[in-house]
Each structure stands twice: as structure tokens, then as C-alpha cells.
């Protein structure tokens, strides 16, 4: 798959060739993939015909541009060869990073990459002065200039080059930083540190790769300890090299926009958004926040492109293999290798002046191997705390910009200092990562061609821009000058004048930049305000007024610098308590994450009471109940740290008397956090509110959910037995045939959350036969979370008389352990029949050597034909003609549970919308044979509980504390890391095999005319 941001797999890593520096990164095919099967051949001659490279003077001949803007070359060969970033100086010199070695020439000594400064000395636009500034670099993926110098990536280093003497080139070559890419057994060329990027903070951010490992230290502060980057991103700051980590993920390409808000993307996934600073999910262990790093594409992470160019012959020769079997590996795009995102690379907001209002905090992304670049407008969600990135109304159908020329390689962007965005095309024939070349093919490839060559774009409106070709020289401003440039309108100008505000460290600069807080110019505040903080003299009433400030982002990121200052003031703390109840959701989202900063912390609950916290607990629950109704408002209460959630929780039961269901449902999450907690569990007091004033099923519930999560029983924090009552009452009326359905369920529910021989038999009698078919399968849902043999045997006895619904929940309980599924298969109480596709799959690839082996014998009747067969049973359904009305309900009947078609069904698998234009081979492919092309995000984990339970599902949230799963059928189940055994995969996806049991050739045609139609 074409890519620039892909990461493959690291686990093998024989035979392979190291470089000086111990770390890997070359391998084959057969490695990676598996050995070709029989003999794969090509004739060169006749089978890989090969597209010329266009030369630089037609070069703009064969881009599509959207109506009334066009591309200008701003740089080409011989000035620049393989450009993948490029940085500008404060006078307008552009420096280009030059990976010249990629993709396998990173062991070629001296080392190829390196960066080149260039020049526009005549003002016409095109830089035709060009000078190596530095060489001798392995790998470099990333450059900023800063502190007079250039910051260059190259793992597993950062390194900081300097012109010194004013030759143009850099004698200054010192490494900063070590050890990226240093804890993985293979570096992956597409998957390492890249963009760094200045932030309104003062620091530089590099986004990691995704992925990336390594124990990170600085040789200019060699007092500190070295940090494992582990998957996150990385930060420093280029005055003092204090450093840091903070939420990544994404691959390549990282920006940042007018607002300082971070966005990126991976290569299936083209649009990303941090929606909050993740330190904020670590502070308190007891409690999990949605993922920050969110992709918010409205059309999918994977959208629908459209190419101009044609696919490459060595690409079909491959695709053509994978599909018949010749050589492994995913088939890309089911048989397809275009229509939809696959190498996202480069994402950057623009933020320039050229192209106006429309466009300012758009979003531009490449495809390395589409040759296009997308363009999505971003607007607030429904939510009004995320975002969601939108096709433009007037590029449906087309993209902003595309070219015919398959050499093209759009990598990465630029904001300019013309107000412009540049285009870094690497220009390659090949840009395919080398690993997923079969050796069979790449031996006739050459996979340096074009290494001498690259051009930069610019994005030029048809009427022009005026700045192009004019001089800039910010590094000759007074201070005066470069605080006025912070409301200059392009924000190349604005970011470069707070660096140099910030190099300089100018104390003159104070009041002027206070100055502009006082105007009506919020980016030019945004900035000032970050370069104040870089002085270090943000006072409390220059942070009073901003917090007042008719912006949103100003009263944003006020409370922000707010909560980093560490201003503890009675005046500052009670603006912010009143922000809980800002117009804006996006303030009241950050006020409520950085208002437990603004208390003294609060070692236990007893001794908040009466402390500044709870003195202000009223204003704070007043605020907060805004926003009950919102998931993320939610998240940001029970994210707060040092028993605050505890004490708000202690207000509520105290002193609330609304029971509305979204204050129920915030009691019953803060019940469940604080219970998880042992330093929260004193006195009792929990019960003593649950068996009086707030007595409701679902809040016991969840307190009691909690306490079984930390550890313990009942007995532990009910040593007087208050909740018996409850359980006794709860036993009556679950087997009350009086009473309501709704008040049995809750019932049932309830007893789960204990032992008591009164409990089980309580259950046990709902399974009757002459019961209701929800009673019977609430009841066996809750028996089961007994390991107890008593209650496999009750499950089985009564199956008989179950409904349909009880079941499938009984069906599910006995094959979430071991020794039940055993005695399923066992007992024969159970036609072959009425096992799910997925079920039986799942029982014949079982770890336990003993249920696998008893599953094929009592299973026999059932077990699907060979895929061989299913597939050629099929294959006249491709050339059929569908009905897409019938293919609904055939989507209803076997899809539905996993795929979103439109706004119907549940979103497991991909969304039928990123797979509509496979094609239908493709597309029947992945119904029948769901595990041979599984993407990382999709691939199923079987995880393996300490209490005995099995869950399968694809993970969607894994961190330190805990991990989520999101199972068949759309559930989501987050479990603690305390309460997982283990976890095991073998790379399938969760989608069984058989689900074309029952099918007709005619009802496979009406299925994939339905998908085809999303």
C-alpha cells in the first residue's frame, strides 16, 4: 500500500541489515509477508512499462487545479532533490529538508539526506539560488528553524546545524536530542519523527510517528532523565532544551492552526484533531476519558479521492498476485488500488492571507500515491468541543488539486511568507514502502529514481498574490516592529515574530505586548498572550480581561495559561467558576479541566470539607449542570484529580434534589469512580446515602460495580449490612410475576452485585419456562458472571424453555468460558444449527486445543465449505445484476450489527461508505474472505479476564490504566488493566467467516449493489 505515514508490523526482523548506529531498517518482502508460493515471474519488457518523468518546464501542464487558482513552481531540480519539508527563516530563506536516501539508502555512508537553503534573489517568485547547508544525514524527516538554526530529524537524533561564519553552509553541528526509534527492533521508513512545528507555547512539537519507541535524552541537559517516548508525541524548547511528551498517535503530518489547536493524520486516516491536551487523561487513575486524539473527517478517515493519474503496472502485477494467492499480503483496496485514501500524508491547516476568509483554518492533505491534494473545510461539531472536517460544496467529484503524472508525490505543505501554501512533491517513480514490493517485482525496479529530482509548489489564486517575490527581513525588526507583526494576517508572520520575541527575550517587549491585549485583534492577543508567557510575566488582571474577552479562543486560552501560571487568587478562581456557565461549550469544556489546577491540592476527602474547594463546590456544581447532557463535559468532571470527584459527589447527595436522568446517570459514573478508589471509602458514607435519600437500583449499581472493580466485597464497605435490605427486597421482586417488567430487570440486576445464596436462587427461578423471555435472559446474563459450577449446570437444564432472546444470552455465557463451552459441546442440549457463523468459527480456531477438538466433532453439520468453494459458488453474483432494495434487508439480516450504512447500524467494522467503490470482486472478497486483508484498526484481540471471562473485540482506547473493547454488536466494554489476565490475536478480523450461509447467487448480487449505492 502506498504510503508515507505506514506503519508495518516489527515483529520480524531476521536477516536483517544493520547501520553503524545498531538500528535496522531494511528487510524483504518475503520477510514481511511470507515466501511467494510457486514460481512468480514477469517479463519487464512486456509487463512494466514504465511512465516517463515530466520535466520541470511542463511539469504545471499536468496538474487539474480547482476554478480560479493555479500552482506556480517555486522550486525544482537541480536546486532541490526529494524535498519532504521545508522551514523558512526570518528573511524569507527557504530551507528544505532533502531525503534523498529514502527508501533503502539509509546505510549509504556518507549519508545522502541533507538540507539545502534556497534562495529568491530577483524577486521573480522562483527560488533559483540553491546551496547545500548541511549533508551526511540518515533519514531526515523534519526541520524548523529556530535560535539562528536549523532543527533537523534525523533518527534516532535531533540535530541542531548552524551557519556560523555567513558562508551559507552550517558549521555548527550539534545533536540535541537521542534516541528515537531506538525501542524498536526495525525502523520503518515511513513511520518515523517528523514536523516539528512551532506551537503559540514556545515550543517546538514533533509529532513521533505513531508508534515510535525509545528512551529519549538531551545532551544539552544531561542532568535529566532520559523519558520513553512509548507512542506519544514530543516537545522541547529550543531556548532552554527543557523537553517533554504529550498526545500523539498520528503518522505523518502534523499542524497546528490560527488557535494553537493540533491536528494530523495516518495514512488511512487523513484528518485528525487533539480535542484536548491528554495530560488531563492521566490525572486521575480511577477513571478513563474518551481518546483526544479523534478523527473527525465527516466522509471517513479513509474518504473517497479522486485520482487523475493512472495506476502503476508494477502496482497491478502485484494486486493480481495477492489475489490469487501467489504472494501474501492485504489486496489493496480489495483489487483496487485507488478511489480512497491510503497514503494521507502532510496534513496542514492553512493560515495564510492569499486566498481569503473561506479558506484561512482550512485543511490541505496529500496522497503520496494519488498524486492529489484534499482540501476539507473545519467547523465546530454538534457538540460544539470537537470538530468535523468537511468537503468543500463546490469539490464534490473532484479534488482541489490533481495531476496526471504518476511521478508526482505530494508529502507535505508549508504556510509561506507570501501568505501561500507550498506543495513538497518528492517526485519519485517509485515511492512504495520498499517492504511492500514482492522481490520478484523490485528487482526490477529502481526504487532511487528520481532521487534527483523534487519540486515546491505554490498555491497561487488566478488573480495573484501580492507578497510573492517581495523581501521579508523580520530578523532586522526592532522589538516595537515584531509585537506590531503579531496581528499581521498571515501566520507564517505572526508565528515568527513571537519566535523571535521569544529568542530575543526582551524585557522592553512587556508592555507593548500588554498593550495588544487591550486591542480587538484576538490572534494577535493569542500570540502576545504566548509571548508573555514566555517572558514568564502573565499577570492576574492581564489574565482578569482576557478571561472577560468577547473571543471565545482568547477566554480559551486564557484559562489555559491560567492553569500553567498557577495563580491561586480568589478573583481568578471565581471568574473561572463563572465560565462554567459560558455561552461558548468549548470554554465551559476547558474551565472544567483546569479548575481543580486553581485549588490547593486536597490529600482526602475529609479534608477538603471546608477547604477553598469545597467552600466553592456549590458554584461549581451550579456550573456543571449546563452541560449534563454532554459525553465530553461529562469526561472532563470525572477526569478531575485528588478526590475532587469525591467531594462534588459529597455536595450532590447532600444538598440536590433534581433526580433527572442525566443527574442520575453523573451520580452514578462518579459513584462508580470514587468506589475504585481506597482512599474514598471511609466512614461508609456512600451506603448510608444509597440506602436513604438516593436509594435507585442503578446508582447501587454502580457503586457497587466500582467496589467489585477495586477489589472487593461487599462486606468491605457495608460491614453493617444496610444494602440486605435492599438485596432482599430486590430478590422479591424479581420473581414477582406481578410486578413491573421494568422494575424485575433492574432487579436482576442488582442481585449480580452479590453472592447470597438468596441472590442465585432468586436467578435461578427466573429461568423458568413459564417466565418472560427479557426476565430469562437478564437472569442468565447475571448467573453467568458466576464461575460457580452450579450455574453452568442451571443454564443448561433450563434450555429448553428459554425464548429467543434468552437463548442467545445463554448462548453468549457458555462460550465465554472455557469449562462451559466444554460442557456445552458436552451435553448436545444445543442443535449444530443454532451456533452463528461467528460462533462456530470461533470454537474451531479455540486456544483450548480440547474445545477445538470437541467443536469439530459436534459441530461437523455445520463447519462452512472452503473458502475455494464459497468463492466460486459466488463469483457469478459480481456480474449479476442486484436489486439494492432487497440488498437491504439482506444487510439487515447479517450486517447491520457491525457496518453504518447511512445513519443505520452500528460502526464496529468500516463504515460501508469507505468501501463503496472497491468494485464488486473487492467487495465480495471481503464479505466471504473477511480475513485476508484486515486493517491494524479492525484486527480482533481476544482478551482473557482474571474472574474467567473471554471477550473478543477490536480494540478502540488503550492506555496505562485501561483498555476498550468494542465487540459485536456495537458494545463497548472498558476493562481496568487490574482485571485483565491476558490478551491474544491472531491478526483476523472480527468478522467470521459463513455469514453467506442461507445466501443465494441472486441475494449476493442484491447485497453488493446495496453496499455499492452508500
Known amino acids: 500500500m502506498t504510503r508515507l505515514a505506514l506503519l508495518l508490523p516489527f515483529a520480524f526482523c531476521s536477516a536483517l541489515f544493520a547501520q553503524a548506529d545498531g538500528l535496522k531498517s531494511k528487510t524483504t518482502y518475503a520477510q514481511a509477508y511470507g515466501k511467494t508460493v510457486g514460481g512468480a515471474s514477469i517479463d519487464p519488457s512486456k509487463d512494466l512499462p514504465r511512465y516517463p518523468a515530466v520535466e520541470p518546464k511542463d511539469a504545471i501542464a499536468t496538474w487539474q487545479v480547482k476554478k480560479g487558482y493555479k500552482l506556480q513552481l517555486a522550486a525544482n531540480e537541480p536546486q532541490v532533490r526529494s524535498p519532504i519539508a521545508v522551514s523558512y527563516d526570518e528573511n ?62 534525523a533518527t534516532p537524533d535531533i540535530w541542531f546545524l548552524k551557519d556560523a561564519d555567513g558562508d551559507g553552509k552550517a558549521e555548527v553541528r550539534e545533536k540535541v536530542f537521542t534516541g528515537f526509534g531506538t525501542g524498536l527492533k526495525l525502523l520503518n521508513v515511513q513511520g518515523l519523527a517528523n514536523s516539528p ?20 535524552t538531551c545532551l544539552k541537559r544531561p542532568e535529566d532523565k532520559g523519558i520513553e517516548l512509548g507512542g506519544k508525541d514530543f516537545w522541547f524548547d529550543p531556548r532552554t532544551f527543557e523537553f517533554g511528551l504529550e498526545g500523539g498517535g498520528a503518522q505523518y503530518g502534523m499542524s497546528f492552526d490560527n488557535y494553537g489547536r493540533k491536528f494530523g493524520c495516518s495514512n488511512s486516516d487523513h484528518l485528525q484533531y487533539w480535542v484536548y491536551d491528554d495530560k488531563y487523561a492521566s490525572r486521575n487513575p480511577y477513571y478513563t476519558m474518551p481518546p483526544a486524539r479523534q478523527s473527525i473527517a465527516a466522509d ?44 494521507a500524508t502532510g496534513t496542514t491547516i492553512y493560515r495564510g492571507d492569499a486566498y481569503g476568509a473561506d479558506f484561512v483554518n482550512n485543511s490541505f492533505t496529500g496522497d503520496a500515491g494519488g498524486q492529489l491534494v484534499h482540501r476539507k473545510i473545519i467547523k465546530p461539531s454538534a457538540d460544539g468541543i470537537s470538530l468535523v472536517g468537511e468537503r468543500p460544496a463546490d469539490e464534490h467529484g473532484f479534488e482541489f488539486a490533481a495531476s496526471k503524472d504518476t511521478w508526482v508525490r505530494v508529502v507535505n505543505f508549508a504556510n509561506a511568507p507570501d501568505g501561500c501554501l507550498n506543495i513538497c512533491d518528492m517526485y519519485r517513480e517509485v515511492i512504495e514502502h520498499p517492504w511492500s514490493i514482492p522481490d520478484e517485482i523490485k528487482k526490477y525496479i529502481d526504487l532511487n529514481n528520481g532521487n534527483d529530482r523534487g519540486r515546491i509548489y505554490r498555491i497561487v489564486p488566478e488573480k495573484g498574490a501580492e507578497r510573492i517575490g517581495q523581501k521579508v527581513a523580520l530578523g532586522k525588526m526592532s522589538t516595537e516592529e515584531l509585537v506590531k507583526t503579531l496581528g499581521h494576517p498571515n501566520g507564517w508572520h505572526r508565528d515568527t515574530a513571537q519566535r523571535l520575541l521569544y529568542e530575543r527575550n526582551d524585557k522592553a517587549a512587556v508592555p507593548l505586548l500588554e498593550k495588544v491585549l487591550s486591542g480587538d485583534n484576538a490572534l494577535a492577543k493569542l500570540h502576545a498572550l504566548g509571548a508573555l508567557e514566555g517572558f514568564g510575566v502573565v499577570s492576574k488582571d492581564t489574565l482578569l480581561a482576557l478571561l472577560d474577552d468577547k473571543d471565545a479562543q482568547v477566554r480559551e486560552r486564557a484559562i489555559v495559561t491560567l492553569e500553567k501560571a498557577k495563580l491561586r487568587t480568589p478573583q481568578l478562581t471565581s471568574k473561572v467558576l463563572a465560565m462554567l456557565r459560558d455561552d461558548s461549550a468549548r470554554v465551559r469544556f476547558q474551565a472544567t479541566l483546569s479548575l481543580p489546577a486553581l485549588f490547593p491540592p486536597i490529600l482526602a476527602p475529609s479534608e477538603g470539607l471546608g477547604s477553598a474547594w469545597e467552600g466553592s463546590i456549590g458554584q461549581i456544581w451550579a456550573g456543571l449542570k449546563k452541560d449534563l447532557s454532554s459525553p465530553r463535559e461529562i469526561s472532563a468532571i470525572l477526569s478531575a484529580p485528588g ?60 457503586y457497587l460495580t466500582g467496589v467489585r472493580r477495586a477489589g472487593l466485597k461487599i462486606a468491605d464497605v457495608d460491614p453493617k449490612d444496610k444494602l440486605a435490605a435492599v438485596f432482599g427486597k430486590a430478590a422479591t421482586t424479581a420473581t414477582d410475576s406481578k410486578a413491573a417488567p421494568a422494575s424485575r430487570l433492574d432487579a436482576i440486576e442488582l442481585l449480580g452485585l452479590t453472592s447470597s445464596k438468596e441472590a442465585t436462587a432468586a436467578l435461578t427461578q427466573c429461568l423458568g419456562k413459564d417466565q418472560p423471555d427479557s426476565v430469562q435472559a437478564a437472569a442468565i446474563r447475571t448467573l453467568a458472571q458466576s464461575s460457580a459450577p452450579a450455574v453452568t449446570q442451571s443454564l443448561l437444564a433450563d434450555w429448553l424453555g428459554y425464548g429467543p432472546k434468552a437463548k442467545e444470552a445463554a448462548m453468549e455465557a457458555m462460550l465465554a468460558r472455557e469449562d462451559r463451552t466444554l460442557a456445552l459441546l458436552e451435553s448436545g442440549a444445543v442443535k449444530p444449527e443454532s451456533f452463528s457463523a461467528s460462533q462456530v468459527q470461533a470454537l474451531l480456531k479455540h486456544k483450548s486445543p480440547a474445545v477445538a477438538a470437541l467443536a469439530k466433532t459436534a459441530l461437523a453439520s455445520v463447519i462452512p465449505p472452503s473458502r475455494e468453494e464459497v468463492t466460486a459458488k459466488f463469483k457469478p453474483a459480481i456480474a449479476a445484476k442486484g436489486d439494492a432494495a432487497k440488498g437491504q434487508l439482506q444487510y439487515m439480516a447479517r450486517c447491520v450489527a ?22 464488486r470482486d473487492a467487495l465480495l472478497t471481503a464479505i466471504l474472505e473477511p480475513h ?16 474467567g471471562q473471554t471477550l473478543a473485540g477490536i480494540i478502540t482506547n488503550d492506555t496505562a490504566s485501561s483498555m476498550t473493547l468494542k465487540m459485536m454488536g456495537g458494545l463497548e466494554k472498558t476493562l481496568q488493566r487490574s482485571e485483565i489476565k491476558g490478551s491474544t490475536s491472531t491478526g483476523q478480523s472480527l468478522m467470521p467467516e459463513g455469514l453467506e450461509t442461507g445466501m443465494s447467487v441472486q441475494d449476493m448480487a442484491d447485497l453488493l449493489s446495496f453496499i455499492e449505492g452508500q
Open 643 to 702: 478526590h475532587c470527584d469525591a467531594l462534588l459527589l459529597f455536595h450532590i447527595l447532600r444538598t440536590e434534589t433534581d433526580r433527572s436522568p442525566d443527574t442520575i446517570k453523573l451520580v452514578g459514573q462518579l459513584l462508580e469512580t470514587v468506589a475504585k478508589n481506597p482512599q474514598n471509602r471511609t466512614d461508609n458514607q456512600w451506603v448510608k446515602y444509597l440506602t436513604t435519600d438516593w436509594q435507585d437500583t442503578s446508582l447501587i449499581q454502580s
Open 898 to 919: 457491525c457496518h453504518r450504512a447511512g445513519t443505520t447500524g452500528l460502526q464496529v467494522g468500516p463504515d460501508l461508505i469507505t468501501v463503496k467503490t472497491k468494485g
Open 932 to 947: 485476508k486483508e484486515v486493517a491494524p484498526q479492525f484486527i480482533a484481540y481476544t482478551v482473557v479476564t482474571k474472574d
Open 300 to 343: 471517513g478517515g479513509a474518504a473517497e479521492v479522486f485520482r487523475l493519474s493512472p495506476d502503476e503496472p508494477w502496482r497491478i502485477i502485484r494486486t493480481r498476485w495477492r489475489i490469487a494467492g501467489v504472494v501474501k499480503g492485504g489486496v489493496e483496496g480489495g483489487g483496487r488500488v485507488s478511489g480512497y485514501f491510503t497514503g
Open 92 to 153: 524569507g530563506r527557504m530551507f528544505v529538508c532533502e531525503m534523498i536516501d529514502y527508501s533503502e539508502m539509509r546505510d549509504v555512508t556518507p549519508h545522502l539526506g541533507r538540507i539545502s537553503m534556497l534562495e529568491d534573489k530577483d524577486g521573480d517568485g522562483h527560488f533559483e539560488t540553491s546551496q547545500v547547508f548541511a549533508e551526511d544525514l540518515a533519514w531526515p524527516t523534519g526541520l524548523i528553524y529556530a535560535n539562528g538554526g536549523v532543527f533537523v530529524i
Open 197 to 216: 512545528m512551532w506551537g503559540q507555547d514556545n515550543r517546538i512539537h514533533i509529532l513521533a510517528g505513531g508508534g515510535n519507541r525509545g528512551v529519549i
